[in-house]
């Protein structure tokens, strides 16, 4: 089992760039959530998919963000136009089902400058 | 939200001695769970305790949780160097949400 893959490892952009992080999930898996973690915040919920479909979005901070899974085994994250206050470790994690245990990727370290 | 909240903030011990951290939360949960991140990793699911469970046990974790007072702890034995990391607690609130993370502990364990 090869765990959750989350690409890139570490992504250093200038402000105003777009930022597109991917995620493949363990199979089987049918459920699929982003977060964010920040000193200040700690792990933060931007939002889950359920079979695919977004089902909770609320935790996205902006209309910047923006989260898409076309398929069971890929989701990415983009972030258009991207600011400083981005720069953050996010997270893609999967599990079988709402309240399981989550299988967290290693994460992206993202840096804007 | 934050749910659950874990006490202390850090925590520092020698190797060999148990080292016990808390989490405290605000609303009913169906099940609670803790999970570890060693830096620059993903957090890794440790244990999960079910709201009418009292205790658990894996290897050198004990689990326990308190419905009445809304609090579960973490203890870990006879620790080692490698049990550095953040602990997080997890709460499965009653309804239809998804996990809420606390803001961890952090352990250091010194050899």
């Known amino acids: 089992d090869a765990g959750v893959i989350q690409s890139p490892r570490h992504e250093v952009t200038e402000m105003g760039q777009e930022v597109t992080l991917r995620c493949k999930p363990i199979s089987g898996h049918d459920y699929l959530f982003w977060y964010r973690q920040t000193m200040m915040r700690g792990l933060e919920l931007l939002i889950y998919f359920n079979n695919n479909v977004p089902i909770d979005d609320s935790g996205m901070p902006e209309d910047r963000f923006s989260a898409k899974m076309p398929n069971a085994s890929f989701s990415t994250l983009k972030i258009q136009p991207s600011e400083p206050r981005d720069s953050a470790v996010y997270f893609c994690?999967?599990?079988?089902?709402?309240?399981?245990?989550?299988?967290f990727g290693d994460g992206t370290r993202l840096s804007i400058l | 939200s934050q749910q659950g909240e874990e006490d202390p903030q850090a925590l520092s011990i020698q190797e060999g001695e148990n080292a016990t951290m808390n989490c405290s939360y605000k609303?009913?949960?169906?099940?609670l769970q803790w999970y570890r991140q060693n830096s620059g990793r993903g957090l890794v699911h440790l244990i999960l305790i079910r709201s009418n469970e009292r205790e658990k046990h894996s290897g050198r974790l004990r689990v326990t949780l308190d419905t009445s007072k809304k609090s579960s702890s973490l203890l870990i034995t006879a620790s080692r160097a490698a049990d550095t990391a953040s602990y997080f607690c997890a709460t499965d609130p009653s309804g239809n949400t998804p996990l809420v993370f606390g803001k961890g502990t952090r352990l250091s364990v010194i050899a």
């Open positions: 994690a999967s599990a079988t089902d709402r309240n399981q245990p989550q299988h």
């Open positions: 609303t009913s949960i169906n099940n």
